[in-house]
């Protein structure tokens, strides 16, 4: 049996009519005062020794209070635009905010509607049918989804997501608050926070199934089913679309959830929204000249988040095979890591976004399973989705552990090393293309190439390799450097100080298995097998 469902997160159209809400711009923040930031947040800017800056104060009190004295409603503030969103019965109310000098420009709130049918679909999957391949414990069928992209190499070696916040924009999260697939992160605490910018309230357990399907790639656990690419990660659920409403989402909720996905310590922002606007309407909408990654607001806003250390995961889009064709915002942002969608033999989808950028930017970055992808179905058990809505999440998850690999490696990680470190593994990193990027990833590759240094001469050999309790290491040169060995959970199990020609290693208190040797100065890491 098949299955419909109407997520509407890529491909939408911008409204021709006057819209109701509107961007108030302001000069300056000259009444601003604390910076209003969780612990988390701090400290994820200190690890990565960003700045605090004019964007991090709020918007001044004494700006919104004048503005509220008119007949309007606020709907969100932005410390980063320096705005706020309102609404208000007729735009001929605006005319009386030019008197203030506080009041830079307006532009109006971009809105979308229904794309005229599904985009996406989903069908059940039935677990007692043999044709379906059921693959290696404990992952099931979602084997393939987690193993193209080299994830199961990184969790077989422990990393799992720990300690890594990701924030999820989708447009609900129906069922995620019961169904037996998301048992394990209620039971472990990893649902952190959550909010509902439609509705404004701390629910959001309502609206669409679309979320619920987006975090099961990551968070889901179901033996020999569906098992998640971040399974440790600790989640932060934001609602900003309205999937009921004439008009769906409106990009100052996206703007809201970043800056609110910052102020409480998100590492990763997945979203599986874009625009991508087809009506000729000089008021509302856009183009694909706008896709240059610097004018639309959801895009300077996500580019803002990643300025703050946030690593921005978004869906490419599913326009791929329509008159849009190309990749939406804010996926168009240069600091965004857009994710198009490939079937489980790697090769596109044909309803994939693609690239390039408006300025020529390669788009998407990279690629994920995207073609019969595993999700999370409302009866309790799983189904298959498609679209780049899942490939993106995927994507965050696996982020996660790298994110946690690397910090548990002592390396100083921030979220645009973590973005190249990503996109560098990937198979077409040589040669990237308008429709894969620069290809799909490999995650255990990434963490393998981001324990290596830069390189530098130096005359080095060591033996032999298989070895038993000795390794002879080689300095041909008679310069100084250091060795470190991991075993392969990345645990640093010797190191030592490299000076003479011939030095003579006892390993022998160590099992029998494989490790790394890391040569710090010579920015190689080697694979060596102690019998």
């Given at each position: 049996?098949?299955?419909f ?9 911008f409204c ?9 711009f ?9 910076i209003?930031l969780s ?11 960003i700045?605090f800056?004019y ?6 009190d ?5 503005l509220?004295k008119h007949?309007?409603k606020i709907?969100h503030q932005?410390?980063w635009?320096?705005?706020v969103s309102?609404s208000?019965d007729?735009?001929?109310l605006?005319e009386d905010?030019w008197?203030?000098d506080?009041?830079?420009y307006?532009?109006?709130v ?5 794309n005229?049918?599904p985009?996406l ?14 693959n ?10 987690i193993?193209?992209?080299?994830g199961v190499a990184l969790h077989?070696v422990g990393?799992?997501g720990?300690?890594i916040?990701i924030?999820?924009f989708?447009?609900g ?6 169904l037996?697939?998301f048992?394990n992160?209620?039971n472990?605490n990893q ?6 910018f439609v509705d404004?309230?701390?629910?959001v357990?309502?609206g669409s199934?679309?979320?619920t399907m987006?975090l099961s790639?990551m968070?889901?656990y ?5 098992v ?9 659920l934001?609602?900003?679309?309205d999937s009921n409403?004439e008009t769906?989402?409106?990009?100052d909720n996206w703007?809201?959830?970043?800056e ?10 997945n979203?599986?929204l874009g625009?991508t606007?087809?009506y000729?309407?000089?008021?509302n909408s856009?183009?694909?000249?706008d896709m240059?990654?610097n ?15 946030i ?5 490419a ?6 008159d849009w ?6 996926a168009d942002?240069?600091?965004?890591l ?9 090769q ?5 976004s693609?690239?390039p950028t408006?300025d020529g930017?390669?788009k998407?970055n ?5 073609v019969n ?5 409302l009866?309790s058990t799983?189904?298959?989705g498609n679209g780049?809505?899942f490939?993106?999440?995927i994507?965050?998850g ?5 994110w946690?690999?690397l910090s548990y490696?002592n ?9 190249s470190a990503?996109?560098?593994s990937?198979?077409l ?9 620069y290809?799909?990833p490999?995650f ?5 190439n981001?324990l290596?240094?830069p390189?530098q001469d130096?005359d080095f ?6 070895f038993?309790?000795n390794?002879?290491i080689?300095n041909?040169?008679?310069t100084s450097?250091?060795?470190?060995v991991?075993d392969?959970v ?6 030592r100080?490299?000076?003479a020609?011939y030095n003579?290693?006892m ?6 298995g494989l490790y790394l040797l890391?040569?710090?100065e010579?920015?190689?890491?080697y ?5």
């Amino acid at each position: 049996m098949i299955k419909f469902f109407f997520p509407f997160f890529i491909i939408f159209s911008f409204c021709s009519s006057q819209s109701s809400n509107w961007w108030i711009f302001f000069n300056d923040k000259s009444c601003s005062k604390d910076i209003k930031l969780s612990n988390e947040s701090i400290n994820r800017r200190l690890m990565q020794n960003i700045q605090f800056d004019y964007h991090d104060l709020p918007v001044c009190d004494e700006y919104i209070t004048i503005l509220k004295k008119h007949d309007l409603k606020i709907r969100h503030q932005s410390r980063w635009l320096n705005a706020v969103s309102i609404s208000l019965d007729s735009p001929d109310l605006l005319e009386d905010l030019w008197d203030y000098d506080f009041v830079k420009y307006v532009r109006p709130v971009a809105k979308m509607i229904k794309n005229q049918g599904p985009i996406l679909y989903a069908r059940d999957i039935d677990l007692y049918n043999t044709d379906h391949e059921i693959n290696a414990f404990p992952y099931g069928i979602s084997f393939n989804q987690i193993d193209m992209l080299g994830g199961v190499a990184l969790h077989d070696v422990g990393f799992l997501g720990s300690g890594i916040n990701i924030a999820v924009f989708d447009a609900g999260f129906t069922g995620v608050e019961s169904l037996p697939i998301f048992e394990n992160v209620w039971n472990n605490n990893q649902i952190i926070d959550m909010y509902d910018f439609v509705d404004n309230d701390d629910n959001v357990f309502n609206g669409s199934v679309h979320g619920t399907m987006v975090l099961s790639t990551m968070a889901g656990y179901m033996l020999d089913s569906l098992v998640g690419s971040a399974i440790e990660s600790n989640y932060i659920l934001l609602r900003t679309e309205d999937s009921n409403s004439e008009t769906l989402v409106e990009e100052d909720n996206w703007a809201a959830a970043a800056e609110y996905a910052d102020s409480v310590g998100a590492h990763i922002i997945n979203s599986s929204l874009g625009y991508t606007i087809l009506y000729d309407d000089t008021l509302n909408s856009h183009s694909y000249t706008d896709m240059d990654g610097n004018s639309t607001i959801i895009t300077v806003a996500a580019d803002l988040a990643a300025s703050r250390g946030i690593l921005v995961v978004n869906s490419a889009g599913n326009s791929g095979n329509s008159d849009w064709y190309y990749i939406g915002a804010p996926a168009d942002g240069d600091s965004v890591l857009s994710v198009g969608a490939v079937n489980s033999l790697g090769q596109v989808a044909d309803f994939s976004s693609r690239g390039p950028t408006y300025d020529g930017r390669i788009k998407p970055n990279i690629c994920a399973q995207g073609v019969n992808t595993v999700v999370a179905d409302l009866d309790s058990t799983i189904r298959y989705g498609n679209g780049t809505s899942f490939s993106a999440p995927i994507i965050s998850g696996l982020s996660a552990c790298l994110w946690e690999a690397l910090s548990y490696n002592n390396l100083d990680v921030n979220n645009m090393m973590l973005f190249s470190a990503i996109q560098e593994s990937a198979h077409l990193f040589n040669a990237p293309n308008d429709s894969l990027g620069y290809g799909i990833p490999d995650f255990y590759q990434a963490y393998l190439n981001s324990l290596v240094l830069p390189t530098q001469d130096i005359d080095f050999k060591f033996y032999p390799n298989p070895f038993q309790d000795n390794l002879v290491i080689y300095n041909g040169e008679n310069t100084s450097f250091y060795i470190d060995v991991f075993d392969l959970v990345g645990f640093p199990v010797y190191s030592r100080k490299i000076s003479a020609e011939y030095n003579n290693i006892m390993l022998s208190d160590l099992n029998s298995g494989l490790y790394l040797l890391k040569i710090r100065e010579l920015g190689q890491v080697y694979s060596m097998i102690k019998l």
